[in-house]
């Protein structure tokens, strides 16, 4: 007897569902974990998905990448490839590493809510494999991170980042607390199905993997292409979803997607747009992180979104313009509290890194250069104490993201609402509109600097904070190539003196 081809039994296996009789439909998919709202339950019969995987071919499949991705990983480890590496190159492996691999984590049990809470059989299908995809990348990552503890201690931040209070990893973890452990599963699918894995993890494995390979680390980027070939798989599950949302209720998806985009932006800004632009030694470079985004998030992800009846968000003039500045905000501000950081940034502005970046971005010098001015005199007059900060930054309460660290000098501007009482700051005029349309969603959270001033943490004083942040001598962070950088400015000083 022959096999039946795929397509003769996909439809009718993928789409089995059953008649519930000892409970009732809204006791089985509560609303508050469905999210469904005025959606009719025949409208979630349509929703389909493009891969159309069988159990058999994901097994065979994710076999065949697995095997590539740890042959290469004992190849390498044998090669002693990462004592030959970039310094600042190897600050970009560490930011991830300390930053992603808990979300990996965090995305198993969100995969497991649309198995389980998803409105349609063929979603809670395709979860599965989903929740198989995050279960192989949080191990990939804790491999990949082990086998490189023996080089670097901040390699132990894959598994422990996420336990701190470190005020990045407080920002990452606020923004996948919310969208994939509190959101129901509609929400949870627009924002990071659609706009975190469709639109922005090509910015950060695929863009990161091609600069790591041009660099030479070829561990850092096989692991990230074997990820990315899963994320481009169950990132389709937010299109369907859109769809049936866009025409039943599209006023709700268009407002999960501009804020989901919005916050997305801001967060790959800061991880992503620094590793581009700073921490990628400058031969290395492919393309700028601004580049890469009008490429692969204004062109492309803008126009599949588009067509299926989205509008641009209201704010994507000021997201242009925050494009040319904001993670050059973030990267100087998170040179400047570099003590409170477990990776060694690279202040990327040496001469021929500051011609790239004018060319670039060509209000850079302007924005910019001034700032760095000051630093380089510093340091190159010995005068380090001047290159640490003083204060504590002011964050923002959507973002957690320092307060005008969206723009440069030209645009800074406050933004603040009251609430119960309660005076809420933020980074943005975007940011003040996403708390406002839900204010008890997000009133609760705290950043460091809350924590601050409800005396979460004591002492009082920088050596507290270290120590609350788990900030310990042996992974502070400090400049990735000791400041020998400035001594391409230090002839001109002499010069003038």
Partial sequence: ????????W?????????????????????????GVGPVPKEAWLTWDEPYRCTYRDYVSVQREK?????????ALKRANLYERLDPAHTAASHLHMGTTCFVEQMAITLQSRFCRFAPSPAWRNMGVYGMLDETRHAQLDLAFSHDLLKNDPRFDWCNKGFHTNEWGVLAVK?????????????????????????????????ALAADAMAAGDIDFSNLLSSIQTDEARHAQAGFPTLEIMMKHDPERA?????????????????????AMDYYTPLEHRKQSFKEFMLEWVVTQHERVTRDLGLKQPWYWDQFLECLEHGHHAMHIGTWFWRPTLFWKPNAGVSKAER???????????????????????????????????ATLPALCNITQ???????????????????????????????????????????????????????MIQPMNLEGGLAYMSITPDVMGDDAYGYRWAEDYRSYAQAAE
């Fill in 1 to 8: 007897m022959s096999l039946l081809q795929r397509d003769d």
């Fill in 66 to 74: 697995e095997a590539g991705a740890h042959a290469v990983r004992e």
């Fill in 254 to 274: 268009q407002r999960i997607f501009d804020v989901a985009f919005w916050r997305s932006f801001r967060l790959f800004q800061t991880l992503t747009g620094t």
């Fill in 174 to 206: 606020n923004f996948f607390d919310d969208w994939m452990l509190n959101a129901n599963v509609v929400e949870a699918a627009i924002a990071t199905s659609l706009v975190v894995e469709h639109g922005f993890t090509n910015v950060q494995f695929v």
């Fill in 355 to 389: 011609a790239w970046l004018n060319e670039k971005y060509p209000s850079w010098e302007d924005s910019w250069g001034g700032l760095w001015d000051e630093i380089i005199d510093n340091v190159n007059e010995g005068k380090m104490e001047q290159t640490y900060p």
């Fill in 401 to 455: 993201l320092p307060l005008g660290s969206g723009w440069d000098r030209h645009h800074l501007k406050q933004w603040k609402s009251e609430y119960k009482g309660r005076v809420y700051n933020f980074d943005s005029e975007i940011s003040k509109w996403c708390f406002d349309v839900e204010p008890e969603r997000y009133a609760g959270h705290t950043n460091v600097i809350d924590r601050f001033l409800l005396g």
């Fill in 10 to 34: 996909y439809d009718i296996a993928r789409d089995v569902d059953w008649t519930l009789s000892y409970v009732d439909e809204k006791q089985a998919f509560p609303e508050q974990w469905s």
